[in-house]
């Protein structure tokens, strides 16, 4: 095989991660600047908004030139796992450029609400294929030591997080579509909920079984990035004007019981990741703590003020500054991440050339 050959292969779906990496950090200081109005920070976010766009369309097009310079990697991803869970992560991307992208340019919503519903419900079905399809494959390949990890989670994650922009697009829409998007909501978070205790278990149990590799380490915050979701989830469905509501009590109480979850999940990546991830070598994986995080400090920012509004003040700040310190870590960890990548790339650059 050639050089160019041997480029091409390493631009499988995992790469889509850059991107959204990206556009979640555009997401997390769109929504601090909101909170703080803290002006500053809708300038830096929209510069993220921008590069995520970038890499978005760039590693989409050498995704498709990997398939079609090499055909039989098609198969072999559709026969992957962990591939096919992170083809989901191409229409998640474009779904989260959508919020930050109406997020950074409200005036805007409007002008683009036909485009972005029909971006909502393409993004929403292909999602719900690929967690399709996984399911089918999970059942039906016969399944290598190791192969289950918590890269699966990825689809239900996926799916759950459409609620973002399908809130974004209730005000504008009509009867019909407004209920749809209500009931879409209610699916993708019972798909989220038990694909988390399903898969998730399953997961656990491979990473401490089976899988100690260094490069699988980042992926063990993948689950925060669940409970996030869920949570913003429920917060959503306790204030919306459906039959899928939830009591404003029940929420407040369970999404406090998932964000413990987050918060342990957290505390024992960043255990895990300063054991080991100083002596990984260079790779893409360590994309894997962008998403989790930002979503982890949405739900925070979230919930501290429902908490402060009912008068549990030291609650309150506690979240206050763990969103804050998640945001923080998400930025490390979008540096760290790019750094790596650019070393990355380089070492197979070099070993190809030589």
Same mark, same amino acid.
């Given at each position: 095989?050639?050089?160019?050959?041997?480029?091409?292969?390493?631009?499988? $779906? /995992?790469?889509?991660?850059?991107?959204?990496?990206?556009?979640?950090?555009?997401?997390?200081?769109?929504?601090?600047? /909101?909170?703080?109005?803290?002006?500053p920070l809708i300038y830096l976010g929209t510069i993220f908004l921008i590069l995520g766009c970038f890499f978005l369309l760039v590693i989409a097009f050498l995704v498709a030139r990997r398939a079609v310079n090499l055909s039989s990697v098609i198969r072999e991803d559709w026969n992957d796992l962990n591939k096919i869970s992170f083809m989901a992560v191409l229409p998640l991307s474009v779904l989260i450029f959508n919020v930050s992208l109406v997020g950074y340019f409200p005036h805007i919503v409007k002008q683009i609400y036909l485009f972005s519903t029909y971006n909502y419900f393409i993004d929403f079905l292909a999602i719900l294929f690929i967690s399709l399809f996984l399911?089918?494959?999970?059942?039906?390949?016969?399944?290598?030591?190791?192969?289950?990890?918590?890269?699966?989670?990825? $689809? $239900?994650?996926?799916?759950?997080?459409?609620?973002?922009?399908g809130v974004t697009l209730l005000p504008f829409l009509s009867k019909g579509l407004d209920q749809l998007i209500y009931f879409q909501i209610i699916l993708g978070l019972g798909i989220a909920l038990f694909l988390f205790i399903f898969l998730g278990s399953l997961a656990l149990a491979s990473h401490a079984k089976d899988i100690k590799t260094l490069e699988s380490s980042p992926v063990i915050i993948i689950p925060m990035g669940v409970a996030s979701i869920i949570v913003i989830n429920i917060l959503v469905l306790s204030k919306l004007n459906s039959i899928?509501?939830? $009591?404003?009590?029940?929420?407040?109480?369970?999404s406090m019981v998932l964000w413990g979850f987050e918060l342990w999940n957290f505390g024992t990546a960043l255990l895990v990741s300063i054991a080991k991830v100083p002596q990984m070598r260079p790779s893409i994986s360590v994309w894997a703590y962008t998403f989790p995080l930002a979503i982890f400090s949405i739900s925070s920012l979230q919930l501290a003020p429902i908490l402060f509004g009912l008068n549990y003040v030291y609650p309150s700040y506690l979240l206050y500054g763990i969103s804050i310190a998640a945001a923080i870590g998400l930025f490390a960890a979008w540096i760290y991440s790019s750094v790596f990548t650019v070393v990355f790339l380089s070492r197979i650059h070099k070993r190809l050339k030589g």
């Open positions: 095989m050639s050089n160019r050959g041997s480029m091409s292969r390493i631009f499988s $779906p /995992e790469w889509f991660s850059i991107a959204l990496g990206t556009l979640a950090l555009s997401i997390v200081l769109d929504k601090f600047a /909101e909170f703080f109005s803290f002006k399911g089918y494959k999970l059942y039906t390949k016969e399944l290598a030591i190791g192969e289950i990890t918590y890269a699966l989670l990825i $689809p $239900p994650v996926a799916l759950s997080t459409t609620t973002l922009l899928f509501i939830i $009591p404003a009590s029940i929420a407040i109480t369970t």
